[in-house]
């Protein structure tokens, strides 16, 4: 009996056995048909498509005309005296009147990826890693010193008695007088005087003066925008992260600001390409491009704005300077 009892009992063990493995099998089996249509479906995936379509509601602008630009790469866009519109490009500057007629082209040695326009004076083009002066008849007038292998020059923003230059490659704002010499590095990181430092992942790094005369930069790495005296004083930022309308996605944005005469800012992103209004206090209060109004793929869309505060937009993927008109009714 003990013998029998000793092998019934290894019996139902064994069915036992068999029974847990084929539990396991079967419950492992459908975890994995579980595990599959949750990869089908995941809730973590980077899924941008949602984003890709503006809230009708928020369009306050209509784009109201194109001027095409007959050249293989376009970086910079200026309004300068009279209205004229400013393009440049590889080893030339195109000069078109407010009605997108083409007027002159000013042909330099090297690709300008940045200029800006002094009223009834001279035009500023910031090379790689220097900046070079013209008239507006374009005669090169001078070239400064160059800021070194590491220099990347982005952005140029005048005042009345300096020159401001983002440099994406020393990850600072160089400050010279209109001759040329150097002043001031701005944005270095100080904790001391609450100076954060520029994080500049890309090369995308905009400085504008506001209409109240200070100096604001593009942090991107931080997604803000970042206000100094003319002394590089660190006095404020905004901005923050999101993907939704009312912040800056992506790596690294704001790859383009400038402002409205009422000191409103107009910002431009990458990633997912869109133009929005912000007053001054930064709040998102409408937009001028949707994501949908662009190329996939689509990046450095500079900013201008006209005497008749039309925003303009360089659009490099279509060869386009597009002009965006505020709608009459205000929506």
Not at 246 to 273: M, Q, R, V, Y
Request: charged share 25%.
């Amino acid at each position: 009996m003990a013998a029998f009892k000793i092998k019934k009992d290894r019996i139902w063990s064994g069915v036992i056995i068999v029974l847990s493995m084929a539990g396991i099998l079967f419950f492992g089996y459908k975890a994995i048909q579980e595990n599959s249509k949750r990869n089908q479906d995941n809730p973590f995936e980077y899924d941008i498509e949602r984003f890709m379509e503006s809230d009708a509601s928020l369009v306050h602008y209509s784009e109201v005309g194109r001027i095409p630009l007959e050249q293989p790469h376009v970086y910079g866009l200026a309004v300068g005296p009279e209205g004229n519109i400013y393009v440049s490009g590889d080893k030339t500057i195109l000069i078109f009147n407010g009605e997108g007629i083409h007027q002159s082209t000013i042909s330099v040695d090297e690709p300008v990826h940045c200029l800006a326009v002094e009223k009834n004076r001279d035009v500023y083009l910031g090379m790689n890693n220097h900046v070079e002066v013209y008239d507006l008849d374009g005669k090169k007038k001078a070239e400064w010193e160059s800021r070194g292998e590491e220099a990347i020059f982005t952005s140029i923003a005048l005042s009345e008695d300096s020159v401001f230059v983002a440099d994406a490659g020393n990850l600072i704002v160089w400050k010279f007088d209109k001759s040329g010499n150097l002043l001031k590095k701005i944005g270095e990181k100080d904790e001391k005087k609450d100076i954060p430092g520029f994080i500049i992942p890309s090369p995308y790094f905009d400085v504008a003066v506001d209409p109240d005369g200070f100096l604001w930069a593009a942090n991107t790495g931080r997604h803000s925008l970042e206000n100094y005296t003319m002394d590089g004083g660190f006095r404020t930022s905004w901005g923050e992260f999101s993907m939704g309308i009312e912040g800056f996605c992506g790596c690294c944005n704001p790859t383009h600001f400038i402002f409205l005469e009422d000191g409103s800012f107009i910002t431009s992103e990458k990633g997912i390409a869109r133009i929005k209004v912000h007053n001054q206090l930064g709040e998102m209060v409408s937009v001028v491009a949707g994501p949908d109004q662009f190329v996939e793929g689509t990046v450095g869309l500079d900013l201008a704005v006209d005497s008749a505060q039309r925003i303009l937009v360089l659009d490099p993927k279509q060869k386009l300077v597009r002009i965006f008109a505020k709608n009459q009714d205000g929506q």
